[in-house]
């Protein structure tokens, strides 16, 4: 069994940064994709980052467009951790962030796919307010 667990949510101004992470513990396979997911209040779950890792080298990160360019994730391998640095956060970026993992190694866009993640943190709460 996999356990996710985020922190680093809370209450920010608009235009100003939060920075999130994600840590996994329990079996942990060698290579797997960890993604960001967020859901606001009365709308679906929606994908907003992923990051593939694996012990031979290299990583890829994708981004929803809402998102481009103002958030950043990142991924510590070796300690199975992934954070999301989010940067000129709107009012409209307010959601529960969730992290997780595809252990079906999802690639490119795929990964938005969020159907394709087996495991799943309970999230943390991000407000911006305006």
């Known amino acids: 069994q996999v356990r996710l667990v985020e922190s680093g949510g809370g209450l920010v101004q608009a235009g100003g940064s939060l920075r999130l992470s994600c840590a996994a513990s329990?079996?942990?396979?060698?290579?797997?994709?960890m993604g960001w997911f967020r859901q606001a209040p009365g709308k679906e779950r929606e994908f907003v980052a992923s990051?593939?890792?694996?012990?031979?080298?290299?990583?890829?990160?994708y981004y929803a467009d809402s998102v481009k360019g103002r958030f950043t994730i990142s991924r510590d391998g070796p300690e199975n951790t992934a954070d999301l640095q989010m940067s000129s956060l709107k009012p409209e970026d307010t959601a529960v962030y969730y992290c997780?993992?595809?252990?079906?190694?999802?690639?490119?866009?795929?990964?938005?796919?969020?159907?394709?993640?087996?495991?799943w943190g309970q999230g943390t709460q991000v407000t911006v307010s305006s």
């Open positions: 997780a993992i595809d252990s079906g190694y999802c690639s490119g866009y795929g990964c938005a796919d969020q159907s394709l993640y087996d495991y």
């Open positions: 329990g079996r942990i396979f060698n290579n797997y994709v």
């Open positions: 990051i593939s890792w694996s012990w031979s080298g290299g990583e890829n990160a």
